[in-house]
């Protein structure tokens, strides 16, 4: 039977249905799908394929889901460190955004991520930011999988005034793309501080009526709880409940302040949590109590968040401090197993932007969004467990070669789709422009 590739490689990581892990197997590629996944010899026996490549150092694992980040805030990495949430949102980010998150901003910034996050083994993100319209267009072009958050502050901003005016843009904007194969849409209220109980009340509906996922910044910080009682009376999990978005279509992010109580009734929804311990740290915002997370039930995937606040968009680095904070958080150094951190990295983050049946495993069927990962540099040497070293030990710089549906989005490390001498320069003008504004501000 004629196929389009054979990849044979030393290791193959499926991640389902479980942490097995394949020997010198063959994954073959056919239409953009898994067409089969079997031992070398029968492989080659039973297929001809325009392309029989050896992966002979390296094992294949599923295309890593950052399931949270704001790709455009590579243009601000570093440019406000050091500071807590609210200072950082209100102080820094918020002026700036004001003043330069337009539409080149989007492109040049959307572009610099997906360079980042291709040549570390990302095929498919989840993004939340001004000019979604912008964002999408430049995934289209790039060739990576993503899902557009349709995007929703009580304030006005450059994109839109008021309310209708960001339900009139995101609504245009999930009709525009909805038939596109590699790009979903989910709405993507910014947090319970920032968006009130009416535009809320109108997300819950139309995400009803369309289908589409709900993604918000939850329970973040101790301080957004505070201003959750002194607002509203309670605390923001419980508006949202009432608010009737806690369910199967709901995606928080963050989750670092919950009663065990919380877990139980977050647990028995079916609802999802985006990880970002990254981000956590940095911003000193608490800790997610991912263990119990998982042990009730709940679907945990992980994020980034923006290079703003990280300061990288890094899954690599973003497994090794899951399963390290995890284990510290827990008091249990057997909680967060290297399989279910990567577990959490790829079919998790399928599962809550509801792709499990499209993306997050190595399943014969499911599109081939696939990572090669070299494990024969001296930091991955000697090896006993291949999915050991990909948590603990090996980097991002390992990823030598990435496949979204098929199409080969990296080659020996280098991009095929997108123009990296052209990305830099723009990050270098951006910066200029940048710290032009610092300057001004008298801000580092
Ligand atoms: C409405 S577009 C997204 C908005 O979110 C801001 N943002 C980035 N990181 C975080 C975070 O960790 N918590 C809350 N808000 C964040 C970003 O700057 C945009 O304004
Ligand atoms: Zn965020």
Redesign the pocket.
């Known amino acids: 039977m004629n196929v389009d590739a054979i990849l044979l490689a030393r290791w193959i990581v499926p991640v389902e249905p479980d942490g097995t892990v394949l020997e010198r197997h063959a994954l073959v590629l056919d239409g953009g799908r898994i067409k089969d996944l079997l031992p070398q010899a029968e492989a080659l026996e039973r297929y001809q394929a325009a392309s029989v490549e050896h992966f002979d150092e390296h094992v294949l694992i599923p295309g890593l889901v950052n399931a949270h980040t ?1 790709a455009a ?1 590579t243009l601000m990495r570093g440019i406000a460190d050091d500071l807590p ?1 609210m200072t950082w ?1 209100n102080d820094y ?2 002026p700036l ?1 004001a003043q330069w998150a337009g539409e080149a901003f989007v492109a040049d910034g959307t572009d610099l991520a997906m360079a980042e996050m291709l040549r570390g083994g990302v095929t498919c993100f989840s993004d ?3 000019f979604p319209e912008i964002a999408a267009r430049r995934v289209l072009h790039s060739g990576m999988r993503a899902a557009i958050g349709l ?1 929703l ?1 009580d304030f006005p901003t450059a994109w839109a005034q008021n309310p209708d005016e960001y339900f009139a843009k995101n609504l245009a904007l999930y009709d525009e793309i909805r038939h596109a194969p590699l790009l979903q849409t989910a709405f993507a209220p ?2 319970p501080y920032s968006v009130s109980d009416g535009p809320l009340q109108r997300v819950r509906t139309l995400a009803g009526e369309i289908e589409r996922p709900i993604h918000m ?1 939850v329970h ?1 910080t101790q301080d957004e709880i505070r201003q959750g009682m002194q607002s509203h009376g309670m605390r923001p999990l419980q508006r949202l409940e009432q608010l009737d978005l806690i369910g199967p279509q709901f995606i928080a992010v963050h989750m670092t302040q919950l009663t065990d109580g919380e877990i139980e009734r977050y647990a028995a929804s079916g609802a999802h949590v985006v990880h970002c311990p990254e ?1 956590n740290l940095k911003l000193a915002s608490g800790f997610c109590p991912v263990d119990k997370l998982l042990k009730a039930g709940v679907n945990v995937a992980l994020g980034t ?2 290079a703003a ?1 990280n300061n990288d968009l890094d899954m690599f680095g973003e497994m090794r401090t899951a399963a390290l904070l995890g284990k510290a958080v827990a008091g249990d150094a057997s909680a967060l197993p290297a399989h279910t951190v990567l577990r959490m990295a790829t079919l998790n983050g399928a599962k809550a932007l509801g792709l499990d049946g499209e993306i997050g495993s190595l399943q014969i069927g499911k599109a081939a969004d696939v990572a090669a990962v070299r494990l024969d540099a001296l930091e991955t040497r000697p090896l006993f467990d291949p999915v050991s070293h990909l948590v603990y030990a090996a980097g991002r710089h390992q990823v030598s070669d990435v496949w979204v549906a098929g199409r080969r989005l990296l080659r020996r490390r280098e991009l095929t789709s997108l123009d990296l001498d052209d990305i830099l320069a723009r990050a270098d003008h951006w910066q200029a422009k940048l710290s032009s504004h610092s300057h001004h501000t008298g801000q580092p």
Do not use: P, Q, V
């Open positions: 704001h805030m949430l949102l980010i918020w955004e939340m930011y001004f995007i502050i910014h947090a910044h973040e981000s968040d923006g606040s």
